[in-house]
């Protein structure tokens, strides 16, 4: 298996089925990739979404809300493939975007990630707008060496929020996220993104400060 796409998700049946959609929807051939979702005990309309699709992704529901850490954790630990890449449940993702990552990894052996560019959309899908990844980096879209997430030890379970921030910082030690410009993510704007929630954004901002402070 090359690669293991994870989508971690928590109550948003609404967007799921889209983006469960662009993952078999990959140029990819699909014997090549794997889509596990990672259900983080949802109490909505989710389970019967992911019920529709069981013959083409793996599905983990876990038995109680445990937060993103814990949640791409499982899933990084239930991949077979060599690479592997985070979408977020009410995000979507361009037809190409794993077999142009993964050839990047595959003809470089030094590179131990690739992220590309991101749209953000609206709740229909419309582009407002081509942000460049390396100026304003998200958690998703970057294909990583699983075997470099196990060397930094995997996402730090004590983060409900800026997990990807303290991933990133760790994973930058020793390691290089290369960039590519192409905008084959799509990032949906809407009013239940986690960042908009001031209180845990700004709790985590303290605790990734003491983490990580010289």
């Known amino acids: 298996m090359l690669v293991s796409l994870i989508i971690t998700s928590y109550n948003y049946a609404r967007y799921l089925e889209r983006a469960i959609r662009s993952t078999l929807n990959q140029t990819l051939p699909s014997e090549n990739y794997e889509v596990i979702v990672v259900d983080d005990c949802s109490t909505d309309e989710s389970h019967s979404i992911l019920d529709n699709y069981s013959s083409d992704i793996k599905v983990i529901k876990l038995e109680k ?3 993103l850490s814990v949640a791409r954790n499982t899933g990084i630990k239930k991949a077979k493939g060599q690479y592997v890449i985070f979408l977020d449940a009410d995000d979507y993702i361009q037809s190409d975007l794993l077999k142009v990552l993964s050839v990047f990894l595959n003809e470089n052996n030094k590179l131990d990630a690739v992220a590309v560019d991101y749209y953000l959309v609206n709740e229909f899908g419309d582009h407002i707008e081509w942000v460049d990844s390396s100026k304003k980096p998200i958690a998703c879209g970057i294909m990583f060496r699983k075997d470099l997430l196990f060397d930094i030890g995997l ?39 986690l960042t908009k929630n001031k209180t845990e954004m700004d709790k985590h901002a303290q605790m990734l400060n003491k983490k990580h402070q010289p």
């Open 155 to 193: 996402y730090d379970e004590k983060f409900r929020a800026r997990e990807e921030e303290d991933l990133r910082k760790r994973f930058l030690v020793n390691h290089h996220i290369h960039h590519i410009p192409l905008p084959l993510y799509r990032y949906r704007m809407h009013d239940n993104n």
């Open 65 to 67: 809300n445990s937060g």
